[in-house]
C-alpha cells in the first residue's frame, strides 16, 4: 500500500497552450513539482469551497440577538476583552 508521502505517477494530458507556458516558464527538472503544488493548491481551495458551501445558513441572526447591530457587537467585544487576563502579558 503506497503511504501518502510517496509520489505516484500519473498521466495528465495539457492542451497545446498550456504545456507551452509550462515548458518555457518552468524549469525543466521542476515542473513536476510545480504541478502537483498547483494541484494541490486548487484541491485545498475546492475542499473550502464544498466546506463553505456546507455552512451556508447555520449563523441565523434571530439566534444571535446580542449582536444586532453595531452598538451591540461592539458591547461584545468590550466584554469578551475585559475577560481576558492582560496582566499575562505585561513585559512581552
Known amino acids: ?3 501518502a508521502l ?3 505517477r500519473i498521466n495528465v494530458v495539457l492542451s497545446a497552450d ?3 507556458a509550462l515548458r518555457d516558464l518552468i524549469p525543466r527538472r521542476k515542473r513536476a513539482r510545480f504541478v502537483a503544488d ?3 493548491r486548487e484541491l485545498r481551495r475546492i475542499q473550502m ?3 463553505l458551501d456546507a455552512s451556508a445558513g447555520a449563523w441565523q441572526d434571530a439566534d444571535h440577538p446580542e449582536l444586532a447591530d453595531g ?3 461592539d458591547l461584545w467585544i468590550a466584554e469578551g476583552r475585559a475577560q ?3 496582566d499575562r502579558y505585561e513585559g512581552v
Open 1 to 3: 500500500m503506497a503511504g
Open 6 to 8: 510517496e509520489p505516484v
Open 18 to 20: 498550456v504545456a507551452k
Open 38 to 40: 498547483a494541484v494541490e
Open 49 to 51: 469551497e464544498a466546506a
Open 71 to 73: 452598538a451591540a457587537i
Open 84 to 86: 481576558l487576563n492582560w
